[in-house]
């Protein structure tokens, strides 16, 4: 089975947690969830420090902060309408995946708010992953009908995986 996710170490904290087979087992539960086969699908995720990914947040949102997540999607996938799922991508052929695109998380940051939170560090960046892939996939949570239906998704695909909700 070729492997959904990419990932990238850039800091060896991420590399000690098994970012790789988190990062695998998060974006295979989460397209599960969505009716979706993990084949045909592909993405890339960074794990990165606190400093990699402020210069990123700067970059990209005009936020010059840590963050712990940041997520790049291939293409504009957000539903129509408030509150309404986005249309899911169609799988790509299984010698050319489509590529949903790019998440980067920050080590610091996630352990911080999984002391704060009283959270399994693991469990933490798992959900943080889903979140992610979700937003690739057009889902955000600006409006309080989008985070209901986004943070439904992540509660139950989380739950699939034996963790807690989140919320």
């Given at each position: 089975?070729?492997?959904?996710?990419?990932?990238?170490?850039?800091?060896?904290?991420?590399?000690?947690?098994?970012?790789?087979?988190?990062?695998?087992?998060?974006?295979?539960?989460?397209?599960?969830?969505?009716?979706?086969?993990?084949?045909?699908?592909?993405?890339?995720?960074m794990?990165?420090?606190?400093?990699?990914?402020?210069?990123?947040?700067?970059?990209?949102?005009?936020?010059?902060?840590?963050?712990?997540?940041?997520?790049?999607?291939?293409?504009?996938?957000?539903?129509?309408?408030?509150?309404?799922?986005?249309?899911?991508?169609?799988?790509?052929?299984?010698?050319?995946?489509?590529?949903?695109?790019?998440?980067?998380?920050?080590?610091?940051?996630?352990?911080?708010?999984?002391?704060?939170?009283?959270?399994?560090?693991s469990?933490?960046?798992?959900h943080?992953?889903?979140?992610?892939?979700?937003?690739?996939?057009?889902?955000?949570?600006?409006?309080?009908?989008?985070?209901?239906?986004?943070?439904?998704?992540?509660?139950?695909?989380?739950?699939?995986?034996?963790?807690?909700?989140?919320?």
């Amino acid at each position: 089975m070729e492997p959904l996710v990419d990932t990238v170490i850039e800091d060896a904290r991420w590399a000690a947690l098994g970012l790789d087979s988190l990062a695998e087992r998060a974006a295979r539960a989460a397209l599960a969830d969505l009716g979706l086969q993990a084949e045909g699908f592909s993405l890339c995720v960074m794990g990165c420090d606190d400093a990699r990914i402020a210069v990123l947040n700067a970059d990209f949102r005009g936020k010059p902060r840590p963050t712990n997540v940041l997520s790049w999607p291939s293409d504009e996938r957000a539903a129509e309408f408030v509150g309404e799922s986005p249309e899911l991508p169609a799988p790509g052929p299984a010698d050319d995946p489509l590529h949903l695109g790019d998440i980067a998380i920050a080590y610091e940051t996630c352990e911080r708010e999984a002391a704060e939170q009283k959270k399994v560090l693991s469990d933490h960046v798992t959900h943080l992953l889903v979140h992610g892939l979700l937003h690739l996939l057009g889902y955000d949570h600006i409006e309080d009908a989008d985070a209901a239906l986004m943070e439904g998704i992540e509660t139950r695909t989380l739950a699939t995986l034996g963790i807690a909700d989140p919320y």
